[in-house]
């Protein structure tokens, strides 16, 4: 390329997500999560919920780009944590750190092509923003037993001295890849890829066996 | 097992989420049409095999996909030092 092009890059969008009318299915839409709710105990030392439909935006920008950084903020209505491995979460928006130049936005479904828009409309330069809410679930894993269940699986420090509430990280969970966040003292939020969703799923069936697994639909 | 310093993370993790990916520092020639077969050989297939110091790239796979390099003992299996990309190694052999 001879010349560089200054001009304002359209990029095309479009809604990859249905609206409400439709009823969608999460990756553990066959595990049928309800029914195992309603007829498994209400007690345990392990609790697990999917987070269900939720919209996640991966965006990529220059971190020592001030106007890149400012565009985001004002696009999502919170600053990126520029810190290694931490997060922030504001109303319904989260996002989570994944490299330096990487973070993972999350939002609920029906709010994804908004901010995805906003981001678009917002940010320029040499930026990425892509709508993976198809390819990836969140679980969310709680009780006084979830640290337990973790270090069966992981192979991150999940001490609290280590592994601080609101810190992320992408690492590898029961051998597959995870962004392990730590939302509470005893509470933990697993993104994970849909294709190993059912996977993950029996995974912590089993090894949450032992103190007893509590299913939140 | 190593336990690596990812300098994009900022801490250590277990070599699980890594991937050596050889040698560090190989500088493509600057004007391939005009380098000799050995040149270009030398680029493409060789590798040093040291007994001591090794630059290697290493690359965080499972975390932030990030790849940088680390000077490693090939006896001893000591890592010396981990640095970014584009910086130059501290600790070189003699």
Redesign the interface.
Known sequence: MSEVNNEAVTVSVMNQLPDASIQGESPLFHADLASVAKKGPKTGGVTFKEEALMGQITLRLNAENADQLSAAEKALGVALPTQ??TSVVEGDVSVRW???D?WLVVVPGLKAFEVETALHAELSGHYQVVNISGGWTIYKLSGANVVDVLKKST??DVHPSKFPVGKV????FAKS?AIIRRSGESEFELVVRRSFADYLWLWIQDASREYGLVVQA | MFYIYCP????H??E??FHNQGQAHIERPADPDSCSDEEWGNYMFFRKNPRGLHHEIWVHA?????FFNVTRHTVTYEIKEVYKMGEQPKVVAE
Not at chain 2, 62 to 66: E, H, I, L, P, T
């Open positions: 290694p491995l994944i490299s330096p990487e192979i991150v990280v992408t690492t590898t890849g | 994009y993370c900022g801490e993790r277990e699980e989420e499972a975390g932030c996909r990030k």
